[in-house]
């Protein structure tokens, strides 16, 4: 029998709007200026500062002697998004954990919205769920992604994903008690951890109430803090995460094979990456299920490995001018 992890924790506010940020001065305003209109003001700002060489120190201390909500800034040696949600996560006064991105930005209704929906869930299942999740719109008012089976959705994260088949950008919070037991691992020398990985284990556990209203404004660019690199840079963390979707979310197989078939490419194409043998990459599969699904797709994993150390070769040759 699962169970529900239950809180006794008391929080100061009802939010804490989390902004991980790595040298976007020129961006960050987005999100303050939309914590400035926000119709609901329960809540903190938390900003976490993954080694910022630019002017976002002095930029954040501006805003903090004039905002009439409370702003908390920490600052780390550059280490990684997840790194910089994990310090958030400790760090946080709020009862429910808000993401906003340093170059986005949501709407004034946002926060009140959110709280809306949260309050709707019943009171005898309220436990069962970690958060909401909504839409998200670009700067036009175009819906980014798929909408949800219905305007509101019980279900878990897996469900939506591998039975419902939504794909997208989409925004939502966690409940902060429950973010504490599901830390993103801190792999030594990486940066990078797919954010999945955490999500997928949160899913296994609590529901989720999925609406269809855009409250988040999604700007295009790529973020530096999850910015590609080297795929071998980022290899130990992609075998963690195809290796947790083959250990743990193989029940849903029915539902999306396809996908299946991919994550145990990636599975063994990664491994490839980090030297791991034939013996490790099977030993390392717990369902008999996923083994054979790997010995199908072994093929063509590799060759996705060969390919990404042949566009690696080409890049680093360039970058010396050989080519």
């Given amino acids: 029998m699962t169970t529900i992890y239950s809180s006794n924790q008391s929080f100061e506010y009802k939010f804490t709007v989390f902004t991980a940020t790595y040298n976007r001065a020129h961006t960050l305003h987005r999100v303050y200026n939309s914590l400035m209109t926000q119709t609901f003001r329960d809540f903190e700002w938390l900003i976490v500062d993954d080694g910022s060489t630019d002017n976002t120190f002095d930029i954040v201390q501006n805003w903090k002697e004039e905002a009439p909500f409370p702003i908390r800034y920490f600052f780390q040696k550059n280490s990684g998004k997840h790194i910089a949600f994990n310090r958030g996560v400790k760090e946080a006064k709020g009862e429910l954990f808000l993401n906003l991105d340093s170059d986005d930005a949501c709407l004034a209704n946002a926060l009140e ?3 809306y929906y949260w309050n709707t869930i019943p009171a005898n299942v309220k436990n069962q769920f970690s958060g909401a999740t909504c839409l998200c719109q670009d700067e036009n008012g175009e819906i980014f992604g798929d909408y949800f089976p219905s305007d509101v959705t019980d279900c878990n994260l897996l469900e939506l994903r591998y039975k419902f088949h939504v794909q997208g950008e989409k925004w939502g919070f966690h409940r902060t008690d429950i973010l504490q037991q599901f830390p993103f691992p801190e792999i030594p020398n990486q940066k990078f951890c797919p954010e999945n990985l955490v999500w997928s284990k949160i899913a296994k556990v609590y529901k989720t109430r ?6 988040r404004v999604y700007h295009k660019g790529l973020d530096q803090l999850s910015k590609t690199a080297p795929l071998k ?3 130990p963390a992609y075998v963690l995460w195809y290796k947790s979707i083959l250990n743990t979310e193989i029940d849903y197989l029915q539902y999306s094979p396809i996908n299946f078939l991919r994550s145990a490419a990636n599975y ?9 043998s034939l013996l ?8 008999t299920t996923s083994k054979l699904l790997w010995s199908i797709t072994l093929s063509l994993g590799y060759l996705l490995y060969v390919r990404d150390e042949f566009k690696q070769f080409k890049y680093t ?3 010396k001018g050989s080519l």
Wanted: net charge positive.
């Fill in 317 to 319: 040759a360039f970058k």
């Fill in 280 to 287: 490790t990459q099977i030993k390392e599969l717990k369902v």
């Fill in 210 to 215: 999925f609406i269809n209203e855009a409250l």
């Fill in 233 to 235: 840079q980022h290899a």
């Fill in 113 to 115: 919205r959110f709280k």
């Fill in 268 to 276: 063994s194409r990664f491994s490839f990456h980090i030297g791991n």
